[in-house]
C-alpha cells in the first residue's frame, strides 16, 4: 500500500523514467492511495495546459482510494508545515500519508529526505 502524490501520478501519465517506477505499482495489484487535495494540483495543471484532465482524473479516482481532506489531517498537516517548513498543500498530502501511515511516492524535492517517503 503506498499514497501517490500529484507529482507521482503526472509522471506516470507522461511515461517518464520516474513514472516507469509509479507504473509498477499502478499497473499491479496493491491498494494505491491519493490525496484528495492532489485532484486540484492535477486539474488544475492540464486546465493551465488546455488539456482535458477527465480521463486521467477518473483513472485515478477508479485504480486509487481518495483520501479526503478531513479534521484529524488538517490538524496534522498545521503541525507537519511548521516541523518541515513545507507549502501548505504539501504539509496536506504529507500529513495524509503520515496519518494513514502509508508511504508517500513523490519526486517533489520539497518531500526529500523526510521520513517515510520513497522519492522516485
Not at 82 to 102: G, N
Request: charged share 25%; proline share 5%.
Amino acid at each position: 500500500m503506498r499514497l501517490l502524490d500529484s507529482f507521482a501520478w503526472i509522471e506516470y501519465f507522461i511515461g517518464s523514467n520516474r513514472g516507469a517506477k509509479v507504473k509498477n505499482y499502478v499497473e499491479g495489484t496493491e491498494p494505491l492511495y491519493t490525496p484528495s487535495i492532489c485532484l486540484t494540483e492535477i486539474k488544475s495543471r492540464y486546465l493551465r495546459e488546455q488539456r482535458d484532465p477527465t480521463t486521467r482524473l477518473e483513472f485515478i479516482i477508479e485504480r486509487s482510494f481518495i483520501i479526503p481532506l478531513d479534521t484529524e489531517i488538517a490538524l496534522l498537516a498545521a503541525e507537519m508545515k511548521q516541523k518541515y517548513k513545507l507549502h501548505t498543500v504539501d504539509a496536506i498530502i504529507y500529513a495524509t500519508s503520515q496519518h494513514r501511515q502509508l508511504p508517500l511516492v513523490t519526486g517533489d524535492v520539497h518531500f526529500k529526505g523526510l521520513p517515510n517517503v520513497e522519492f522516485i
